[in-house]
């Protein structure tokens, strides 16, 4: 009797262990249980903003001069052009997810004026594999961040129900950027951030008022710029320079609204091409990992085959014959591997015609400035050149207010 007693109030206590377990997995002491959900790790919102704005020019696309190198590592041009818009908007969008910058805005290079630069390379892109270069500068030059980014897509992103059939494969990269991007801003003082401020304002007028600006500004001994003054607030050339600003941004907002186009445009042709270049990059890499394998096990069977045939005896047949064996088989090896390789140029050239039929152009347009209408074509600089040049006949064309300088 004693006995089950004693097994019963052990089972008791094991149901009661059990209870409070169940309690304590669902109960409110767990906090991702209940409440607001942490922030997803896939895009870290930074909790404040900076007043900082951001510029992340087109990639370079890394297009070899060399014809030969162009074909060698399988680019064409059009398609690598269409990915220094894509990437470039693509970490813009992954920047403007982090809720931490004052701004950003796609540029088609490095003229246009902000506090901090955001600029990118292409190293490789080929459907599998990226690499991207990125450096983070300060309108000061004070280099922020230099890292190279690797990422293989896997193949069950292919068929990721959140990325859809024109997803962008490379899309985990740009987040791991711009966190890395907001980490390295975070770390700047608030002096720096005041003078960066300062800086691009100064940097701005000195476009249209060089001796204005310049009695503000003096260069280290490394050629970097920093601030020496500021202006008040309540300078009339200061408000000059502001309604400048105002319509300078005013050009850079079309030129969004034109990259955004083009990005939507591209957006079929261009998830057609990754997901199709995965698969023959996957391939042709497959490919030539099976001949690499091939190849040197084929090398040590003729070394093994040839060793084994020179050291029989003339009558010991088994030897020699066994050797003259392992001999053929890997010569047959060898040859498997050759074919191998003429696979993985095969995948290769394939790779290659898939990306004929992606262009960049950028579609001409016309600007009101002021009562003037402003015709821009040509590139995104050259459109830039000459809308920078219309403020600048627009600014002198004013009367100039009566400040001493």
Known sequence: MIGVMREIKLLGLLLAISILAGCASTGGSSPSSVGMKRVSPEVKV?????????????????????????????????????????????????????????????????????????????????????????????LAGKKLLKKNYDFRVQEYSLEDPRLGSTGDLYEPVYTEIANDVVKAVRKLKQKQIDELEQLEFLSFAEFFEPRFAQQYLAEDRKGNRKVVGFPASTDPMVRRIESMKVMDQMFFDNLQTDYRGFYDDSVNPYAAWQRAAFVESKAAREARAAANTKAIL?????????????????????????????????????????????????????????????????APKVIALEETQVELKGTASEQYETWMSAMKTLYDSEEVPDVNL
Request: negative net charge; without cysteine.
């Open 298 to 362: 084929g090398a040590v069977a003729l070394i093994a085959g040839a060793a084994a045939m020179n050291n029989s005896g003339y009558n010991d047949y088994g030897s020699l014959y066994g050797g003259a064996a392992v001999a053929v088989s890997g010569a047959a090896a060898i040859a498997a591997a050759m074919g191998d390789s003429k696979q993985a140029e095969a995948h290769k050239e394939s790779l290659s015609e898939l990306g004929k039929s992606l262009n960049l152009e950028m």
């Open 46 to 138: 930074a909790m404040q903003r900076s007043p900082l704005s951001v510029v992340v020019p087109v990639f370079d696309p890394n297009i070899p001069t060399d014809q030969d190198k162009i074909v060698e590592q399988s680019i064409w041009p059009e398609v690598r052009r269409t990915e220094a818009t894509r990437m470039a908007l693509s970490l813009g969008d992954a920047l403007n997810k982090s809720q931490f910058f004052n701004g950003v805005r796609i540029t088609p290079d490095t003229e246009s004026n902000s506090e901090i630069y955001v600029m990118g390379k292409i190293v490789e892109s080929n459907g599998e594999d990226v690499e991207i270069s990125i450096n983070v500068v300060t």
